[in-house]
C-alpha cells in the first residue's frame, strides 16, 4: 500500500496559536481522512477530504477549527485553529482509494501539545 | 450507528503465549474489517484486511477471522514476542471508505 508521510511529528503550542499538519502520500489517492485520538482514547473521523472540493466534517467538527486543505491527490492538511489544552491529541491521516475492499493507510501522527 | 468494541481492554501475558483479541460491532452490514496496530503515541499500521465475504485472512503469526452476520472478528497472535507489545484496533467499514474503530486492546508481552 501506499506510504504517507505526516509532519510535525510533534509540537507544543500555546493556546490560542494554530499548527498546520501536512501529508504527503507516494502515490494518487482519492480519498483522505483525518481523525483525532484524544488521550486513552480511540480515533475519531474529524473531515473527508476531498480534491477540488470542500471537506466533509463529521458532527461535532466545524471548518472554522479545523481547516483543511487538498490541492492535489497526493497532498493535504489540517491546521488546528484557536487553540487550547482541550485541542492537545494525535492526529491522524489516512489515505485510501475509492474502491471500498481496498486497505486504508496511515500516517504516523503528530503528537499535539497545548500548554 | 456502528459501535465497535475490544475484548479484552488490556492483556499482559509471558512470551510464547498464543492469544486472541476479540472484536464486536452492531451493524453487520460492512464491506470489510480491518486490524490495525498501534505504538504508543504513534501512527497506525495495518495487519490485516478481511472481506466480508472471506472467513480468514493470515499474515505470518497472524489470523483473522470474520463472522459478519453474527459481527464478531478475532485477531489470533501465535507464539507472542515482546515486539507484539502494543495497542491492537479493529475497524470495520461500511460506506465509502469510513471507517469506525474500536477502543481497542492493550497488549503487553513480557521476555
Known amino acids: 500500500s501506499a506510504v504517507i508521510s505526516q509532519k510535525p511529528s510533534r509540537d507544543i503550542c500555546q493556546r490560542g496559536t494554530s499548527l498546520t499538519i501536512q501529508c504527503q502520500v507516494d502515490s494518487q489517492v482519492t480519498m483522505m481522512f483525518w481523525y483525532r485520538q484524544q488521550p486513552g482514547q480511540s480515533l475519531t473521523l474529524i473531515a473527508t477530504a476531498n480534491q477540488g472540493s470542500e471537506a466533509t466534517y463529521e458532527s461535532g467538527f466545524v471548518i472554522d477549527k479545523f481547516p483543511i486543505s487538498r490541492p492535489n491527490l497526493t497532498f493535504s492538511t489540517l491546521t488546528v485553529s484557536n487553540m487550547s489544552p482541550e485541542d492537545s491529541s494525535i492526529y491522524l491521516c489516512?489515505?485510501?482509494?475509492?474502491?471500498?475492499?481496498?486497505?486504508?493507510?496511515f500516517g504516523q501522527g503528530t503528537r499535539l501539545t497545548v500548554v | 450507528k456502528q459501535e465497535v468494541t475490544q475484548i479484552p481492554a488490556a492483556l499482559s501475558v509471558p512470551e510464547g503465549e498464543n492469544l486472541v483479541l476479540n472484536c464486536s460491532f452492531t451493524d453487520s452490514a460492512i464491506y470489510n474489517l480491518q486490524w490495525f496496530r498501534q505504538d504508543p503515541g504513534k501512527g497506525l499500521t495495518s495487519l490485516l484486511l478481511i472481506q466480508s465475504s472471506q472467513r480468514e485472512q493470515t499474515s505470518g503469526r497472524l489470523n483473522a477471522s470474520l463472522d459478519k452476520s453474527s459481527g464478531r472478528s478475532t485477531l489470533y497472535i501465535a507464539a507472542s514476542q515482546p515486539g507484539d507489545s502494543a495497542t491492537y484496533l479493529c475497524a470495520p467499514r461500511r460506506g465509502f471508505q469510513k471507517l469506525v474503530f474500536g477502543t481497542g486492546t492493550r497488549l503487553l508481552v513480557s521476555p
Open positions: 489516512s489515505g485510501a482509494d475509492s474502491f471500498y475492499d481496498t486497505e486504508a493507510f
